[in-house]
């Protein structure tokens, strides 16, 4: 029986939380009138992530769990498990659910009405922000996003929320195309998109910051911005093409 809906997790070394989080996620599912599945995708987590995740798989079969014993970067756990998704509709969530898993149906909705991609955003003013990030984060993350304007992508606010929707066959023509491992997949993924002229809607969402961040504020916004770069070079070399 094939998905309605698949949701995605990357996860990296998230044993104190993905109990919870896979917990969250199914009893909200379970509520659906729809067949779903759930994909784990451990990012060669060197703790008990892997083992947590498979022990709720043998619980629940709609539970599925990618363990790949090398850490390769959420960019390409997310690929990974986007393109070995099989549901009509595929959402990546962060493993903290800093976005609850409700504000699924807010994308669902837009996907439903012919957008091809819904992506959750803190930078609406009809977002509802229960906990911000630190000032220096917030700083940094609006200072990046000039940079994504000015070099990548034109009119989307916020690029880097982890909460991101897209229908089956557009995964299938972007993922197969993405290449950057690391946190600045975010930015290729919707650049691919708009190279394929695919109608994204940028979604205001509920979100409470974590404070367990995975997210290096010197090191990984520098990698980001070499990143932004890379993407323009590969476009240019017509890695993008249909």
Request: glycine fraction near 8%; aromatic fraction near 10%.
């Amino acid at each position: 029986m094939t998905p309605y809906l698949s949701i995605v997790i990357p996860a990296y070394n998230e044993e104190a939380l993905i109990e919870k989080t896979l917990k969250e996620v199914v009893k909200y599912l379970e509520e659906k009138s729809f067949f779903y599945e759930v994909i784990v995708v451990c990012d060669g987590c060197k703790d008990n992530t892997a083992g947590l995740a498979k022990e709720a798989a043998k619980a629940n079969s709609k539970i599925r769990v990618l363990d790949r014993k090398a850490n390769m970067g959420k960019g390409f756990s997310v690929r990974e498990g986007c393109l070995e998704a099989r549901g009509d509709y595929i959402v990546f969530t962060d493993a903290d659910l800093s976005t609850p898993i409700q504000e699924v149906e807010k994308l669902l909705k837009y996907l439903q009405q012919g957008y091809d991609i819904a992506i959750g955003s803190r930078a609406l003013k009809e977002s509802d922000i229960r906990i911000h990030q630190p000032w220096y984060r917030e700083t940094m993350g609006k200072t990046f996003n000039l940079f994504v304007q000015a070099i990548t992508i034109k009119g989307v606010k916020d690029t880097q929320c982890g909460f991101k929707g897209f229908k089956k066959e557009v995964v299938q023509n972007v993922f197969s195309r993405q290449t950057i491992n690391g946190f600045g997949f975010d930015v290729e993924v919707l650049y691919i998109a708009g190279k394929f002229g695919y109608k994204i809607k940028e979604v205001p969402i509920r979100w409470l910051n974590r404070k367990e961040s995975k997210v290096n504020p010197l090191t990984h916004s520098l990698q980001m911005m070499t990143d932004l770069i890379r993407i323009r070079i590969l476009d240019w070399k017509g890695a993008y093409e249909r």
